[in-house]
């Protein structure tokens, strides 16, 4: 969770010029009686921040995607009865309360493509108030602006905001959480604000494992301040309400005993040490796309400057390597987090991907725009201001018009052709989430993935890859064409290259091609992260069993 520094000294701020002391914001005295009012933006400057919000907003609810694999499978996840989630997510690699939230929105929304993603966006634009309060508390109007204009154009908050995943929902916890801490400081005897830390603590650890490694951030620099601080009695309070708040993710810990043993994420890769910081930062400032260094380079300036920069003029600043508060608590939080996750990841193995950084997002934004509202000259703060908005604007358009899977390819190829009877599989099971929650149950097909011939709702998670080497590819093609017996089709959704399985799909496409010839076959152009190709295998085709092609099945040879 961000929080902004303890109650340190400082000097009196120049006429004019807004100053943090710790959670406090001094402020220069009033005009004298008849005096022009001054603000920071000034009319054009409100107009362009709110027409940014506006955009933001906009882009949270527009995208033209449909599910791929990690949202269809949140959005079926969450239509499990509550009852029966704690086992269904044993075989996956989460912790629940994103999914219980998600099943009482799809009750009262619906379970369509908008409806399912519309939450992830509702959370997004709620992160917003709450980034305005944090820039408000840490730095006044223009420190506030310029956090709500960063966070609402990013492109990795848009990201997420249009996905149907738990990240938006992490963002909106730390915000808050941090809001909650930041005031429990100010307020230790406060027993509404005890019971808030300790609930987005445990809230936040029971939506995404890797905010383990913040709260630890946090939970350290709370020991530190407790221990050596000026205001130790405050700084103990916030430590036991996060203690307190995470007692509630303990009756999940069996849970992630065993989704560490045995789930993991056999699709990922483990952390590489500093260029993975160096990658997931850039993620988190431009988003996917390919951005070049620019925005990166400016990005992690701005990030110095906010922790190490004092503006003592116009253009001039002074450097402080011990660095200045209230960033250098922040930096030390958020990469210390991040630096902790990536360390942990490689140490043990566990995949990392930088969209696990979310729980760290809020933290890399604020000390952007810190790091804009650094500058004496306000002609430069709004410069910086434009150029880092202008570069994430840039990023939005492909997420509003991306395609992330081609699901709805295939799948309207299978309600248009295939019959009922005929046999769809999926090599690997990874495809089958996203194309089967639009096949409707009346089409009447039997759905079976490879490796586990499992239904397609659901990757079942658990020794992935042993389970793939044990499973030979001509049982599972006999067991398809036993189903599809001699007068049903025989379709074959599948895509190479996915970890763990080699070319395992290319055999499976090779034997059922050994005892029925191929008949449509639709190849699509390699157009999204999710791609597939659809054959159909026909059954007026097939060879007899005494033909020698048929002899690399188990049937008939």
Request: aromatic residues 8%.
């Amino acid at each position: 969770m961000t929080s902004p520094a303890l109650p340190a000294s400082s000097p009196s701020p120049p006429p004019g010029v807004e100053t943090v002391i710790g959670p406090e914001v001094v402020r220069p005295a009033p005009a004298p009686a008849g005096a022009p009012r001054r603000t920071p933006w000034g009319a054009l400057g409100t107009g362009a921040v709110g027409a940014a919000v506006a955009v933001g907003i906009l882009v949270r609810f527009v995208a033209r995607s449909h599910l791929w694999l990690d949202e269809a499978l949140s959005g079926n996840f969450a239509a499990v009865p509550l009852r029966s989630l704690t086992e269904a997510l044993r075989h996956d690699g989460s912790p629940p309360l994103y999914y219980v939230v998600l099943h009482g929105w799809m009750r009262l929304f619906g379970t369509g493509t908008i409806a399912v993603r519309a939450l992830s966006g509702v959370f997004s634009v709620a992160c917003l108030p709450l980034a305005w309060r944090v820039g408000r508390r840490l730095g006044g109007r223009t420190l506030a602006a310029a956090v709500l204009v960063l966070l609402a154009l990013s492109p990795f908050a848009v990201q997420y905001a249009t996905e149907a995943r738990m990240y938006s929902m992490a963002m909106f916890l730390v915000l808050a959480g941090g809001l909650a801490l930041a005031n429990l400081l100010e307020r230790p005897s406060s027993p509404g604000l005890t019971v808030a830390v300790a609930l987005a603590s445990g809230a936040l650890l029971l939506t995404h494992y890797y905010a383990l490694y913040t709260v630890a951030a946090v939970g350290v620099v709370l020991l530190w301040y407790a221990w050596k601080g000026e205001e130790r009695a405050a700084a103990r309070r916030a430590l036991a309400a996060m203690v307190a708040g995470s007692l509630l993710f303990l009756p999940w810990v069996p849970v992630l005993l065993y989704q560490s043993a045995h789930t993991g994420a056999p699709w990922g890769s483990t952390g590489r040490g500093l260029r993975t910081v160096i990658d997931t930062l850039g993620v988190l400032t431009s988003g996917y796309r390919d951005a070049g260094p620019v925005p990166l380079l400016l990005a992690e300036g701005l990030i110095a400057l906010a922790v190490f920069g004092r503006a003592v003029g116009r253009r001039r600043f002074e450097i402080d390597l011990v660095g200045r508060e209230p960033a250098r608590t922040l930096a030390l939080i958020t990469f210390g987090g991040l630096l902790l996750a990536v360390g942990v990841s490689r140490l043990t193995g566990q995949a990392y991907v930088p969209r696990y950084a979310s729980v760290i997002f809020p933290g890399v934004i604020i000390l952007i725009a810190i790091g804009v509202a650094s500058f004496g000259d306000a002609r430069l703060r709004v410069g910086a201001l434009v150029v880092m908005a202008a570069l994430s604007t840039l990023g939005l358009r492909p997420i509003m018009q991306y395609e992330r899977t081609q699901a709805a390819t295939v799948a309207r190829h299978l309600r248009t052709s295939a019959q009922a009877g005929d046999v769809v599989a999926y090599c690997p099971d990874q495809l089958g989430p996203s194309v089967s929650r639009m096949l409707p149950a009346s089409l009447g097909l039997t759905q079976l993935t490879y490796p586990k011939a499992q239904a397609p709702q659901f990757v079942d998670w658990v020794d992935y890859a042993t389970t793939i080497r044990h499973t030979p590819v001509p049982d599972f093609a006999s067991q398809l064409l036993s189903r599809a017996g001699p007068n049903h089709n025989v379709w074959l959704v599948w895509s190479p290259g996915y970890k763990a399985f080699g070319r395992r799909c290319d055999q499976l496409l090779a034997f059922l091609g050994a005892y029925r010839d191929a008949g449509e076959t639709v190849r699509l152009r390699w157009s999204s992260p999710e791609h597939m190709s659809l054959i159909r295998f026909d059954p007026e085709r097939q060879y007899d069993g005494r033909s020698s092609r048929h002899c690399s099945l188990p049937p008939g040879c």
